[in-house]
């Protein structure tokens, strides 16, 4: 039974390129969560997506952030034109139901590291 | 503007001993609230979660208490083990704003053996 995974666990880049994240939910979830977490931070929320939808984007920043969940497939985050302030810990979360009393489950999370 | 604040960054507690981890938020609409254990480089794993129309939630070694007045919740490990040694973070949701988690910015327990 495996949980949320998320590919790869350490990414390197360097300023200017891009960084795509992976997400691959728990079976039988179809809700996908991202969140960041900045050193010595909680984590914030970024975006919330269902299949082929984008439910809540509150979270993401306005320019170079953004998020799918393909109807096949992982869901990815991907950063364009990456600044060192996007170094960070990206966790993805699954869950199966909607609804706030809900629980969700953590991958092990994306350490993105710019150089 | 932080909503949900936990704010002892640190405790240390004696194996055996019980450890209190408390959290406060603000916002007044939240009415779910979870508990993640988180060690590093690894993901929160959930721990135990309340729902705003209770005051207590047991599990195991693990208890939630929830201050609705006081907007305040607090976990509750007995007893503790050197193995509970990690950064816990307190999460809130609200049914009115889907499934978003706030979170707040995590207290580090360390158990002495």
């Known amino acids: 039974n495996a949980g949320v995974m998320q590919n790869p666990r350490h990414l390197v880049r360097r300023r200017g390129q891009e960084a795509r994240l992976r997400c691959s939910p728990m079976k039988g979830h179809s809700h996908v969560y991202w969140y960041r977490q900045l050193p010595e931070e909680g984590l914030k929320f970024m975006v919330y997506?269902?299949?082929?939808?984008?439910?809540?984007e509150s979270g993401m920043p306005k320019e170079r952030f953004s998020a799918e969940f393909p109807k096949e497939g992982p869901s990815i985050l991907r950063i364009q034109q990456v600044v060192r302030g996007d170094s960070a810990a990206y966790f993805c979360?699954?869950?199966?139901?909607?609804?706030?009393?809900?629980?969700?489950?953590f991958g092990p999370g994306t350490r993105l590291t710019v150089l | 503007d932080q909503q949900v604040k936990q704010n002892s960054p640190s405790l240390s507690v004696q194996e055996g001993r019980i450890s209190i981890l408390n959290c406060d938020y603000t916002n007044s609409m939240f009415d779910y609230f979870l508990w993640y254990k988180k060690y590093p480089a690894e993901g929160p794993t959930f721990l135990i979660s309340i729902s705003s129309i209770k005051d207590k939630n047991e599990d195991g070694r693990f208890t939630v208490f929830l201050n609705k007045s006081a907007k305040h919740l607090s976990l509750h490990i007995v007893p503790s083990q050197p193995g509970d040694s990690a950064v816990y973070f307190c999460?809130?949701?609200?049914?009115?704003?889907?499934?978003?988690?706030?979170f707040g910015g995590g207290t580090r327990l360390m158990v002495k053996p």
């Open positions: 997506l269902q299949k082929e939808n984008i439910i809540d």
């Open positions: 999460a809130a949701s609200a049914s009115n704003a889907g499934n978003m988690l706030t």
């Open positions: 979360a699954s869950s199966m139901f909607w609804g706030s009393e809900n629980e969700q489950f």
